[in-house]
């Protein structure tokens, strides 16, 4: 039967919500109204006779951003992941970039012999860390040296440049995460310069992203990040992408790994 691939609609927000949980991942099914705001404007829809896959894309500039790419178990081996992806790059080119990236688990063979025939490479190897929060009173490692000045507040919009470029974030993330319900963005600035920043969803509770320059930094931001914290959460997970010294010095304080994470790019 033929696929057809088209954008999605607030009707489609049941067969989302069934397909989520392929990915195996811990987010949380986020609400309707929010994931027509959020995700339904950049979303594309496989379907038959039914909803079969679906894939949530974003855009930076020049690069795109895959998000999320599901398939049913029943429909997978059928040439809908690539439908999808080759809608997602025509998309994507309209809009002006230039090439894209995604994240896939290490194990997914099928997912990563897909993206290596696209011309995806490892860009970087990523951990979503679970920390649990009195870990900051018992905190081991370096500490931020002596007679620095330290500021974490939230990141003025006119600020997000400086900390997307001094972090390595893609042009206009931080923009695109102020949209977003709730969502709080910290920056920390080392004597006067950007050296860290992160965007929060208290309600999962985690951070996507989460970058800091140097491991020693983890206790002053995570301390400020904690009186963003509702609710009874005893953890917060964090995404800590290519920077193995942040997590070294978080597992040494009692995070566990809950997924590792390839994170792949290639040219459009």
Known sequence: MTVSIRPATPEDYGAFAELLPELQVDDPIPPRDRWVLELMPTTLIAEDEHVVGYLYHQCFGAVGYVRHIVTRPSGRRRGIGLALMQAARAILVEQGASEWVLNVKP?????????DALGF???????????????????????????????????????????????????GQLANARTLADRVILGLRLNDQPEGVLVFNPHYPGCFPFRLSDAALLPVMLSELEHHKRGEHSSVQLVIEGQPALS??????GAEVRLEILSLRGAL
């Open 248 to 253: 070294e010095a978080l597992l040494a304080n």
């Open 121 to 171: 490479q490892l860009a970087y190897r990523s951990l979503a860390l679970k920390l649990p929060w009195t870990a900051l009173t018992t905190w081991v490692g370096p500490q931020t040296p002596e007679g620095s000045t330290v500021q974490v507040r939230q990141v003025e919009p006119s600020e997000d440049a400086d900390f997307e470029s001094s972090q390595g974030l893609l042009v």
């Open 107 to 115: 194990d997914n063979v099928p997912a990563r012999a897909l993206y």
